[in-house]
């Protein structure tokens, strides 16, 4: 597959375990989260960028790590009307960035795929955030429906559109791939490794079990972002990980 990612860079399959680690760059600015990329050093090969440090910097910021031979996720979770979106992904094609993300509503997802043709740019649509549970999720004026049900009906839809790829809780993962097939990634946040703080996240799994239940990349942030040592924090996620295949 093109852009150096592929399902088979899941350890699962025998790839570099590093690259389905993507350590999210949660922090306000480039300085800090060149600060921190140096210190995770090649312990690292995959970061995200989202709002935080998109909104401040991080798009040129983004270049800079593709120049360095790093892989980026491009965190925007788009969601507007079809012509926007298509535009917009269009625009972000030309970056060279590997994954974008999108809300999965069909109407955007549809668009997501025709604004990224031709390109090597992966998309992944966001299901169900993982902070939300079920409750969150009738606060938010769905009928009653459990998170997991969401997912996997926005999955079903995914796959009919032809999206790359798949963002859920690792709670999610065995049943989403069962939806979607063999050849698309499973991308899950809300990883969290064992006595760490939940925070806002309700979906919460560990890195080992995230990868048992089939996740081709896990997405975590604050673990690593805000740890005193972010290399050691990140070497210690990965051997879970690694563990985990064995
Ligand atoms: O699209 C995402 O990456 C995402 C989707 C989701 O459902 N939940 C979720 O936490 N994320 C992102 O994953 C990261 C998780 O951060 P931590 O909870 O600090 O590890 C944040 O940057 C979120 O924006």
Redesign the pocket.
């Known amino acids: 597959m093109s852009n150096g990612v592929s399902p088979s860079t899941n350890p699962v399959s025998g790839g570099d375990i590093r690259d389905s680690l993507i350590i999210?760059l949660?922090v306000p600015s480039v300085e800090e989260a060149r600060t921190i990329v140096t210190r995770i050093g090649d312990a690292g090969t995959f970061y995200?960028i989202?709002y935080q440090l998109a909104y401040a910097g991080g798009f040129e910021f983004a270049r800079e790590l593709i120049g360095q031979g790093k892989k980026i996720f491009l965190?925007l979770?788009l969601h507007d009307i079809g012509n926007t979106v298509e535009e917009g992904v269009r625009s972000i094609a030309r970056m060279g960035v590997t994954f974008l993300?999108v809300h999965a509503y069909p109407q955007t997802m549809r668009a997501a795929v025709t604004g990224k043709a031709g390109s090597n740019l992966k998309i992944?649509a966001?299901t169900?955030?993982?902070?939300y549970d079920d409750n969150d999720l009738v606060e938010a004026g769905y009928a009653p429906v459990s998170a997991a049900e969401l997912v996997a009906r926005r999955a079903g839809q995914a796959r009919e559109i032809g999206i790359d790829g798949i963002?859920?809780?690792a709670t999610e993962a065995e049943r989403v791939r069962a939806i979607v097939g063999p050849d698309s990634f499973i991308?899950t946040?809300?990883?969290r490794p064992s006595g760490s703080e939940a925070?806002?996240?309700k979906r919460i799994v560990t890195p080992g079990d995230a990868i048992r239940n089939g996740a081709t990349h896990l997405?975590?942030?604050?673990?690593i972002v805000k740890a005193a040592d972010p290399r050691a924090a990140a070497e210690a996620i990965v051997k879970e990980m690694g563990d985990a295949t064995a």
């Not at 997405?219 to 673990?223: F, G, K, L, T, W």
């Open positions: 999210g949660d995200k989202g965190d979770k993300t992944l966001v169900v955030l993982t902070s963002v859920c809780a991308v946040p809300g990883i925070g806002d996240q997405v975590v942030a604050r673990p």
